[in-house]
């Protein structure tokens, strides 16, 4: 439970870091230091009024996070193989692919949790996103790497925590969730 507890923290701070900078530059002003890098109720009132097809389909086809496996995360020391074969283009490694998918599931998951949980107000979404992050957190998976042995994994790190934050932004809205799980 400690892990989870710190992972949250670093995500929060990690969330929060990010809002204070762009506030210092002037792109925005902070008003609610637990809100979501968006409007969560906006736009989920924006969903509602969606009348075009091609919305509301694709408000429907999301599939609930209970009925998906959560990813697994990896065991053991994070090494992910540059994503070229050799410098910063040509042909793509094919060692990356399978090294990175355990992180882009995590990513997929926690981002369509949060998505439906935005869509439908569904509090078991944003459960379920706290849950992932929470299994994420107690096997140290986003932790276990060092830049200089593994360049690429300091990258999926940047890209996993991203996600991770942005979802657990709009998980932490959901009224009624155990604040300790936040890391509060």
Not at 21 to 42: I, K
Not at 106 to 121: C, K, L, N, S
Not at 157 to 176: C, F, H, I, K, N
Request: proline share 7%; hydrophobic share 50%.
């Amino acid at each position: 439970m400690s892990q989870i507890l710190t992972l949250a923290r670093h995500l929060v701070v990690l969330t929060m870091a990010i809002v204070v900078a762009a506030a210092q530059a002037g792109a925005q002003v902070v008003h609610d230091m637990n809100a979501s890098f968006f409007d969560v109720a906006a736009r989920r009132d924006a969903l509602k009024a969606a009348t075009a097809p091609r919305v509301r389909a694709a408000i429907e086809a999301l599939p609930p996070c209970s009925a998906q496996a959560p990813p697994a995360p990896p065991q053991g020391r994070m090494l992910v193989p540059m994503y070229y074969i050799e410098g910063n283009h040509g042909p793509v490694n094919p060692a990356f692919a399978p090294a990175e998918a355990p992180y882009a599931a995590m990513e997929r998951a926690v981002a369509m949790a949060a998505t439906r949980y935005v869509a439908t107000e569904d509090r078991t979404e944003a459960e379920c996103v706290l849950r992932i992050l929470g299994v994420w957190s107690d096997a140290v998976a986003l932790l276990d790497y060092a830049r200089k042995e593994s360049a690429q994994a300091w990258f999926t790190v940047e890209w996993a925590a991203g996600s991770a934050a942005l979802a657990l932004s709009v998980a932490r809205t959901a009224p009624g969730l155990d604040r300790r799980s936040l890391g509060r």
